[in-house]
Every structure is written in structure tokens, then in C-alpha cells.
């Protein structure tokens, strides 16, 4: 496993430093609010925004500063099936300076608690449409592992670290992308209901036609449980 975490960095700096390949970064912060519900129910609610505050070309300097970019509003429910897995579905709105942009989302997550971490797969669809832009739809796969950095279990008032990469494959109009994902994120335990993480999420897509566009966010993320 530790192989393929560097190999996957490696490849993707490497795309980075030796392709015609463009920047932006910026802070992505959101904030997520959950609640059990009967029979395995549980309903998600989170808003997100997202801020450029640099965007340029690797060499080139850069093109544009701070830019308030979107909000999203985002609202899951989900169903426990079997003993960690889970099936969702939901809906977002994404409000920008232009018209808004409506997103409807499909999900399963299966998660293996194993000896020293927890290891999660989702699988994922997602259909975005409104706005000015046609209808894109991707296709997700998402593998992640969350390590405690106390023992070998995350209780309050611990640390615990996590790390997932993504798969999007993205169709619009005929055409195809491909964008890849990697987090690493640290996060705080609180309390069993409360709970904040520092991640930083870098994205990469475009490179299919041999340049990149590379985003690197900091994101502040909070989660509380009613």
C-alpha cells in the first residue's frame, strides 16, 4: 500500500513539473451537519465554498488573484446496508456569479475495518446540469484509509490521519476527461459527536491531451453530529 502512495505522488508532481501545466489555488472550507435517523437512515447536510486566491501557468507567474468562485449546498441521505456499507443519494446546488448549477448524486461506500486502520471504497455516479454549461456526467471511484495516531482506535480528544485518491471520469457533449484526486488530512476528534480536519486537496485533470490543470485547495472542515 505505502508503494502505491508514492508512486501515485510521483507520477502526478512529475505531470506537473514536465507539462505545459496551469495553476490555482486556494482555501476550500465547509461545514457538515449530521443526524441518525430510523431503520439505518441518516441524513447529510453541507455547505461548502470555495475561494481562488492565485491561478497561473508553472512558469509563467501568474494571471489572476483572489476570486470568490462558488457555494455549495448539499443535502445526502443514506442507508446502512450490512454491517459498514452504506447506499446515498442526494442533491446539490452550486450558486456562482452566473446562473446556478444543480447537481443529483448517486453513492455506495464499503468500508473494511482492519487490524491497525479502516479502509472505505465508494462508488459513485453524479449528473450536473443548469447554468450555461451542458450536461457533464461523471463516474467515480474513490479508495481511502483513515490511520488513529493514538493507539489503535480514535477516541476524543485524539488525532487520526487520513488519506483517499479519486477517480473521476468526466463526459460533457461527446467529449471525455479524466481528473485524479489525491487528500491527505489530519483530523481532531472532539467529541464522539464533533469532529474538524485540515486536508489538502490536490486535483489534476486535462493531462489526457498532454498539459494539466492542477488545483491545490486547504480545507477546513468541520462535522458535527445531532
Excluded at 138 to 153: K, T, V
Aim: aromatic residues 12%; charged residues 25%; contains cysteine.
Amino acid at each position: 500500500m505505502r508503494q502505491f502512495w508514492m508512486l501515485l505522488i510521483v507520477v502526478l508532481l512529475s505531470n506537473c513539473l514536465f507539462a505545459q501545466s496551469t495553476y490555482r489555488y486556494g482555501t476550500l472550507p465547509s461545514f457538515n451537519l449530521s443526524k441518525k435517523l430510523k431503520n439505518g437512515w441518516k441524513l447529510d447536510s453541507e455547505i461548502e465554498s470555495r475561494q481562488r486566491l492565485r491561478r497561473g501557468t508553472f512558469g509563467e507567474g501568474i494571471t489572476d488573484r483572489f476570486k470568490h468562485e462558488r457555494v455549495d449546498v448539499t443535502l445526502v441521505a443514506a442507508k446502512k446496508v450490512g454491517l459498514n456499507n452504506k447506499i446515498a443519494g442526494g442533491y446539490m446546488i452550486r450558486l456562482t456569479e452566473e446562473k446556478p448549477r444543480h447537481r443529483v448524486m448517486e453513492q455506495l461506500t464499503l468500508v473494511q475495518d482492519l487490524n491497525a486502520f479502516r479502509m472505505a471504497h465508494r462508488i459513485a455516479a453524479d449528473q450536473t446540469f443548469g447554468g450555461e454549461d451542458p450536461l457533464e456526467v461523471r463516474l467515480r471511484y474513490r479508495i481511502g484509509a483513515e490511520f488513529p495516531l493514538n493507539g489503535l482506535f480514535v477516541d476524543p480528544r485524539e488525532f487520526y490521519f487520513k488519506i483517499t485518491h479519486e477517480y473521476l471520469n468526466k463526459f460533457s457533449e461527446g467529449a471525455y476527461d479524466l481528473e485524479a484526486r489525491l487528500v491527505p488530512t489530519l483530523g481532531y476528534l472532539i467529541t464522539d459527536t464533533n469532529k474538524i480536519e485540515l486536508a489538502m486537496d490536490y486535483r489534476v485533470d486535462s493531462f489526457i491531451d498532454g498539459g494539466s490543470a492542477n488545483n491545490f485547495w486547504l480545507g477546513v472542515n468541520w462535522y458535527l453530529k445531532l
